[in-house]
């Protein structure tokens, strides 16, 4: 049997702008009974797209998340979730053959990364930064913590980074600006389009260094 990692964090402003951005209008993304996309990443993307928007009104919050994870009727939500993060057709930063990102293009990512907790002057909302490097490549965004499940991972990985320690995650980003390159490491500011759950020979790194 597949196992599907929990979607830990989903926003689907963030899916609606990249989808917009990259690939078309999300107001010509329909499904119908039996109806089926590309296994392109732009078609894995528009049917999450469509899929949640079917169903959820607003912004994905805690309970929405809640119910990608674990209702029956938002199982193929989760399953796309997953299958965007074995897209062949997304890069995985940690492949790339030199450490350059094109901004018109999705990245996955699977790694330790840091998830700091933050108030922001500017709105008084929370939010979690979410950053990590790999293979020279330092990527960094802010995520609301209103498009969080509250589950054990997020609760873990915030309380490793008061220790000063990253915790794994798996996810999908999009670059938005190249911040500044110093010698062999570059950095990046991205949108953080899903995290979700460690794969599981990361989880159990993770947990034997602990």
Known sequence: ????????????????????????DVDELRIESGSSFSGTAAGKLGKLWATISGEFSG???????????FDD?????????NSLMSADDIPK???????????????KFSCEVMTI??????????????????????????TSVDNWGRRSHIIQSVRAAK????????????P?????EEGSQVSYDVNYILICGPERELRKEWYGSQ
């Open 163 to 174: 220790r000063d320690e990253s915790y794994p995650y798996q996810g999908l980003m999009w």
């Open 59 to 69: 912004e994905l919050t805690e309970s929405e998340i809640k119910k990608i994870n």
């Open 93 to 107: 930063i940690s492949n790339l053959p030199k450490k350059e990102l094109n901004l018109d293009q999705l990245y």
């Open 117 to 142: 907790p933050f108030e922001s002057e500017l709105d008084g909302e929370s939010y979690i930064k979410v950053s990590g490097m790999v293979n020279g490549i330092q990527f960094e965004g802010d």
């Open 1 to 24: 049997m597949v196992e599907y990692q929990h979607v830990m964090y989903a926003s689907k402003g963030a899916v609606e702008q990249v989808y917009s951005e990259l690939y078309g």
């Open 176 to 180: 938005i600006k190249k911040k500044n």
């Open 73 to 81: 009727d938002m199982r193929k939500a989760k399953k796309l979730a």
